[in-house]
């Protein structure tokens, strides 16, 4: 086999390992929204509107989803919006290094 076959193909088995890391990942943001809840006697009638937290992503068919959050959850799930972004540029590295070996496999 060639050196610069294994050298990519070696590449490409350490960006998956890095993938395989990042376990828990998902695709979207997270979102601060002020909202009136319906209840005529609640503050929020009165102006001051209750702070909820959103994470909001496309599902299938591009269709916009939304998934209240308590306070709770924003880190864990802002650290899962971070794994995906890092494992989506790791497979972006895979694909231009199967390009890579496609050329060098002549």
Same mark, same amino acid.
């Given at each position: 086999? +060639?050196?610069?076959? @294994?050298?990519?193909?070696?590449?490409?088995?350490?960006?998956?390992?890095? &993938?395989? =890391?990042?376990?828990?990942? $998902?695709?979207?943001?997270?979102?601060? &929204?002020? !909202?009136?809840?319906? +209840?005529? +006697?609640?503050?929020?009638?009165?102006?001051?509107?209750?702070?909820?937290?959103?994470? !909001?992503? @496309?599902?299938?068919?591009?269709? !916009?989803?939304? &998934?209240?959050?308590?306070? !709770?959850?924003?880190?864990? &799930?802002?650290?899962? $919006?971070?794994?995906? @972004?890092?494992?989506?540029?790791?497979?972006?590295?895979? =694909?231009?290094? +199967?390009?890579?070996?496609?050329?060098?496999? @002549?």
């Amino acid at each position: 086999m +060639n050196s610069d076959i @294994k050298k990519i193909k070696d590449e490409i088995n350490e960006k998956l390992k890095e &993938v395989r =890391i990042r376990k828990n990942m $998902i695709k979207g943001s997270i979102n601060m &929204v002020y !909202t009136k809840c319906g +209840n005529p +006697n609640c503050k929020c009638a009165h102006g001051l509107k209750h702070q909820e937290y959103r994470l !909001t992503y @496309k599902g299938e068919n591009n269709i !916009t989803k939304i &998934v209240y959050l308590s306070k !709770t959850k924003i880190n864990k &799930v802002q650290k899962m $919006i971070d794994n995906y @972004k890092i494992a989506k540029k790791i497979f972006n590295d895979i =694909i231009e290094l +199967n390009i890579n070996l496609l050329k060098a496999d @002549k």
